[in-house]
């Protein structure tokens, strides 16, 4: 092939690829949906790797299924972004971070030693990652029973707690402490910058039940209302609303289920 050749075929190529790099920079590219049982998952491995041994796979429907999101990211400390708490083993051991409930007493710890005296290792519950382990907790069996929703893992956690499907434990003795009661602000519109949006009304009380206030204030959100301006684009990066929207509670494909007040 002659150079003339080569170089009008490189400038063709580069005409096609240039836009779709454009494209993606600009709106961004469809990611790989995760399968229902999978959607929350995160994968730690600040250590493991390290030492030879598998990842620890956190399920968060099972967890949400049974605490807060406060108890767990305020009380107990986890911070609020996958690998983001450097905890150790040795943390877990002595009653942090997991080990709050992962004591043979909440929940299984390290280690069982059953009424014959018989030992049993616990490591594959939470390292689990590329092993083929039997769970007792199984997803789909649990959403049998839970009303459903499009996206995410399928499942409307808001109708589940308001039916009491779930009851989400809120304290924990030794990490909590005991709250007066605070009067709950009331639902209030934020506005849409794109035109024939409908605008969203952000319920206070709905968010409040799971994170309380204290785990999006003053941190995520300022604590005035339009003191701190934040765009979709932001959101879809996993900031502000998209800190759990996306990878925890619903992901942002559903747009109604925020944008629900009708345009005049």
């Known amino acids: 092939m002659k150079k003339s050749q080569v ?11 240039i836009p779709v790099f454009v494209l993606a920079e600009t709106f961004g590219l469809k990611k790989k949906r995760p399968k229902p049982h999978e959607f929350g998952n995160v994968v730690i491995n600040n250590f493991s790797g390290k030492k030879d041994m598998a990842p620890v796979v956190f399920k968060h429907w099972l967890h949400r299924a049974k605490y807060s999101c406060r108890l767990c990211h305020v009380d107990i400390g986890f911070a609020m972004q996958a690998m983001g708490t450097q905890m150790t083993e040795r943390d877990n051991n002595e009653g942090m971070y997991c080990g709050a409930c992962h004591n043979g007493k909440v ?4 280690k069982e030693i059953d009424s014959n005296g018989k030992t049993t290792v616990n490591c594959d519950k939470c390292h689990s990652q590329g092993k083929d382990v039997v769970f007792k907790n199984d997803f789909y069996e649990f959403r049998k029973g839970m009303p ?3 996206f995410g893992n399928g499942i409307d956690w808001l109708k589940a707690e308001e039916k009491d499907y779930v009851k989400i434990i809120d ?3 030794g990490f909590s402490i005991k709250r007066s ?12 910058s794109e035109k024939n949006m409908p605008d969203i009304i952000f319920s206070h009380k709905k968010h409040a039940k799971w994170n309380g206030c204290e785990l999006c204030h003053p941190e995520i959100f300022g604590v005035k209302k339009g003191s701190q301006p934040y765009t979709m684009e932001e959101i879809f990066n996993g900031k502000y609303c998209g800190l759990c ?20």
């Open 7 to 17: 170089l009008k075929a490189t400038i063709i190529i580069l005409v096609c690829i």
């Open 107 to 110: 929940a299984f710890g390290p």
């Open 148 to 150: 459903q929703e499009r």
């Open 171 to 173: 304290f924990l003795e």
């Open 181 to 192: 009661g605070i009067k709950e602000p009331e639902e209030f519109d934020i506005s849409a």
């Open 245 to 264: 929207h996306d990878s925890v509670a619903f992901p942002n494909l559903d747009c109604q289920r925020c944008h629900t007040k009708v345009v005049m």
